[in-house]
């Protein structure tokens, strides 16, 4: 993904997800992470949830934006997706995300 947004935007940011399992009991989280950074220890992860039917393959969102968990300021930010599972808790990068 990649997408560019006014920093007054309120609105969702869609990432698909492909799995082994079903994903429904898995939480999911999103990371704003500034510049081409992984994220670390210190990193804030907002809440998201699965969109669509049940499946290993579904689409996690989240909403970004003023009065939102994820209030950005702008810049770019490398966007990255949690699934936490047991024994797995995969990171991935799902994109760029430009707020002006």
Do not use: C, H, K
């Amino acid at each position: 993904m990649a997408a560019t947004i006014s920093a007054v935007s309120v609105e969702y940011v869609y990432v698909p997800v492909t799995a082994n399992v079903d994903l429904d009991e898995q939480p999911v989280t999103f990371a704003f992470v500034p510049g081409n950074a992984a994220p670390t220890g210190a990193t804030s992860w907002a809440v998201g949830v699965w969109v669509g039917e049940v499946g290993p393959v579904r689409t996690a969102r989240v909403l970004i934006g003023p009065g939102t968990a994820v209030e950005l300021q702008p810049g770019e930010f490398s966007v990255w997706v949690r699934v936490d599972d047991d024994p797995e808790e995969p990171v991935r990068r799902a994109g760029t995300l430009t707020v002006l």
